[in-house]
């Protein structure tokens, strides 16, 4: 069975966590997580200035390993990753993520609704489209138990190929321009 691809991942906020059970106990921060129950309610900053779902560009598949220069349209794997049975979770961008010759996945948006780091989903922790390397914790593809899903984790921007900046879904529905100078959260 084909799975569908697709260019919209969906808001996991500004932390790299993706589990409320990660090892360190930071809040995780958007609107879809592991297991999320998300009410308008608990939306603080308000429906109308909080995104759900961007855009990304889908991989076109490349090399299995990054040159620690290149741009690429896949995400790179924390720094001992396998992703098969080393799946440290992401604590540090500049340590974990910008070295030559880490395992990179040209997989960026070949599952719809996959609910995975770089796959189907994104944060706020850089502006869209950054020129940095996209990056990802964990292990997705694991035997599925608590101890590898609390530490899922990521550090992949909103991206497009539309100039200047991104299209954003926000949780009240409407969708607006996100330039790719906007602040974020660090």
């Known amino acids: ?88 979770e992401l604590t540090n961008y500049q340590g974990q993520c910008l070295q030559p010759g880490i395992r990179l996945n040209q997989t960026r948006g070949s599952r719809w609704l996959y609910a995975a780091p770089g796959h189907s989903m994104y944060n706020h922790i850089r502006a869209p489209n950054d020129s940095g390397v996209d990056c990802r914790g964990g292990l997705p593809h694991s035997i599925r138990s608590n101890h590898w899903w609390d530490r899922l984790s990521l550090n992949v921007a909103a991206r497009s190929r539309h100039p200047g900046g991104v299209h954003a879904l926000f949780c009240d529905g409407h969708v607006e321009f996100v330039g790719d100078s906007i602040g974020v959260h660090i």
Do not use: Q
Request: with cysteine.
């Open 1 to 88: 069975m084909d799975s569908a691809v697709h260019n919209y991942p969906l808001n996991t906020g500004t932390t790299f966590p993706l589990s409320p059970r990660n090892p360190g106990r930071v809040p995780v921060t958007g609107v879809f997580f592991e297991n999320s129950k998300v009410r308008f309610a608990d939306i603080i900053d308000g429906s109308s200035k909080t995104v759900c779902i961007s855009e990304t560009i889908k991989s076109e598949g490349g090399p299995n390993t990054w040159d620690g220069v290149s741009p690429t349209n896949g995400f790179v794997l924390t720094a001992g990753n396998d992703n098969s049975s080393n799946g440290p």
